[in-house]
């Protein structure tokens, strides 16, 4: 890390005569850039100036600009005032990559970061957080929050339908502060400027600007994508980054970009691998990943893991990445230093319909190309549609011959499917930006919020409903919607009315239970969860797992992964329908009804009915049943064996997120009297699974801050108890271990007792001796007719772990057979070593006893 960040920089304010502190920070700022050999755009020196006079600052120059700058001389004038600011971005992935950027320029020391997955610092006088983080803040504390300074980037993010509301209600909720709003696609903000004043009593400055530092090269192509890339890594216009709109699409050219000859240099090669060295590329995906970045080509999406984007974006920060295959992510300020956009089409997908690019949307990733200071011209090349490269290879062919071109059956688009042409790419290119519309949106997480806050909690609602960017009509409509959803609060006892007329906050209704912040009632759900609760038995054998299944319900669905579940199953039938006879029509008309497993379905149904009849607001919302972190447990899964179950490579950071989800929902929002002693452990379990799968974030953190993280008396303990100097190590957490190494033990039963051999094989690869499963399998079912693989064969009396304060344990897991005779077992040794290493449980032998 620079030992010279601006932190060090900062003058003692207190000696400075008044009159001249503006003077003095601007003067400390400028020497630090003027030592970098930077000098500041004239737009970068305006919006700079405005933000030190106090003002609002509205930054709308073209991406490649410089904005960053601004906004380190935001934090730094801030910083240098004993004032708190926060840097707020669209997405983790970018608020992730902010972090480590502010911790590199003020010292990790004053730099924090809030993602509702994390909090690292949380403390610190900056802050990189999602916009939804500084959101719930002003809801919560309104004009004294915290917060003297907000930074948004990707202001654009105001017109997000679904979460818009998040960047404006800090405008709304927070008049003390001072923004400097970011986006390059702007359009007319004459509006904003006087709601901003108005509002904070400062003076709003728009600076804009079209002139790219960097300018742009816009071509249309009837080549095909390979071709393309071939002719810019020829004519030395790489780092390129081709956009797909699909993370599919993005995964499957990567691969197919290995047939290309060199891409990179033999001293290439070399740095990458040293970059690697000690980079541990733990999963399925990872392990593709490792291939494609050693030839100097890079995967970029939403669906990896946070540890494998960010590596991907150090390695292309470096230089050493020739071809970025991503998804149109790149348009939200990914900071991945790129000379060519290669766009592979300008229609997308939108999570309802394929449809052609918004302007807003097409400048976005364009802008992305050419890099100050490296370049002096950015490329952005944009592929024709299919067909339309198909007969420009037929008119080629053709070679002019006017015959020949007559007899030409050109092809078209696919019926139904959305294309474009050159006249649209023309027109996008000359387009403006869409004009900015309210999201505003009333939900339980903004009631609870505001409901939290100290004062008359009437008149903080009616501010909000009242005097945001909507219109009458729809502020009406909000209104509404805010009384029922009140009402349901205060019928499932979540929120109670004050006995005296106001608790000792001044608050005429209060919050049953003090809720942290991240607290998990923000699904909208919640509330019913908790009311759902009370129908569940309590003496059933799978209580704690129908506790978790209710929960599932009101999370948002991880689609990757219920449909590679709904897939799997239909697949199932279909084979067990053939075997059967059942022809291809009928078979096809019996699986059409198969989706993913749904737990407790018709209960929570009904559940949600009855509680919809007194809360009407519910309806607004959709019930969603599932099974992952259940289909986890009763499969003795780890996140390993369900990416390779359902063929979810691609999309391990959507489980991941999912699976962090579920697990801050199960640990913060189950009342205690439901928190049984199992269902801890599976919390347990849980938070350290997700911790080992990928916690770069806050190790990376730790690791800049040049400390280590502090051990605990419980770490303590542990290390003397397992001999491992890393409290953060797999092994560390005795009790999480000892669950996952008996859900691995259990795995092994259940496979057995699918006969699924292959699946066993590949399960013990790392073995140097597999056991011959194929033999004990038939030795097994020449004495019983079935394996019990339920609830009870989990029990404690069919596992038996020792040697616990050692390295290495003996395990015995006992099958339960139909004769309880306990005659096979698995006799396995686990290796800790390993384990911590691989950061999954690994054994060191097994055998099947009989």
Known sequence: MNTDNLSQRLPELEEVPEPIRDEVIWDTFMSWITDRGISLYPAQEEASLAVLASDNVILATPTGSGKSMVANAAHFIALARGQRSFYTAPIKALVSEKFFALCEIFGAENV????????????????AATAEIVANIALRD????????????????????DRGWAWQVPLLELPKAQFLLMSATLGDTKWLEKDLTERTGRETTLVAGSTRPVPLDFSYTFKAVHETIEELLASKKAPVYIVHFSQREAAERAQALTSLAKIITPEEKEAIAAELANFRFTTAFGKDLSKLVRRGIGVHHAGMLPKYRRLVERLAQKGLLKVICGTDTLGVGINVPIRTVLMTGLAKFD??????????????????????????????????????????????????DPAKLKKLKKKSARDGEVTWSEKTYLRLIDAEPEQLTSQFKVSNSMLLNVLARHG??????????????????????????????????????????ATKGHDIYGRPYHVVREMPRDFALNQ?????????????DPESPTYTYDIISVFESILDDPRQVLIAQQRQRRGEEIAALKAEGVDFTDRMAIVEDITWPKPLEELLEQSYDV?????????????????????????????SDLIA??????SEGVVLRYLTDAWRTLKQSVPEEYFTEELADIVEWLGELIRQVDSSLVDEWAEMAGEDKPISQEDLERELAFGTEDPTALTANRRAFTIMVRNYFFRLVQLFALEKEDRLEEMLDYLDEVPDFGAALDDYFDEYADIDSGPDARGPEYF???DQDQRVWQVRQIIKDPESDNAFQFVGTVDLDASDAAGEVRLASLEVVH
Not at 112 to 127: F, H, L, R, S
């Open 351 to 400: 999570g309802q319909r394929q449809r052609i690019l918004k302007s807003r949307e097409f400048h976005q990733i364009a802008g992305r190309a050419g890099r100050a200071g490296y370049d002096t011209e950015g490329t952005v090349v944009v592929e024709a549609p299919e067909h339309e490269i198909e007969n420009a290879k037929a008119r080629q062919r053709a070679s002019g």
């Open 142 to 161: 309104g004009a004294q929050a915290n917060i003297d300074q907000v930074v948004m980037d990707e202001f654009h993010y105001y017109s997000e339908p």
């Open 645 to 650: 179950t359902y063929g979810l490579a691609r």
């Open 456 to 497: 008359d909690t009437y008149q903080h609602m009616k501010n909000l409903l009242r005097s945001n960017h909507d219109t009458r009509t729809k502020q009406n409509q909000d209104i509404l919607t805010a009384l029922d959803l009140f009402r349901g609060l205060v019928r499932t006892g979540v929120v109670q009315k």
């Open 524 to 536: 909208p759900l919640a509330p019913f969860a908790l009311a759902a609760l009370t129908v569940l």
């Open 611 to 639: 509680f919809a009849e007194s809360n009407a607001w519910v309806k607004e919302f959709e019930l969603s049943p599932k099974s992952v972190v259940r289909d986890m447990l009763e499969n003795a899964m780890t996140f």
């Open 112 to 127: 924090g970061m809030m993602t509702g997955d994390a909090t690292v610092n949380g403390q610190a006088p900056i802050i």
């Open 800 to 802: 038996r772990v020792a």
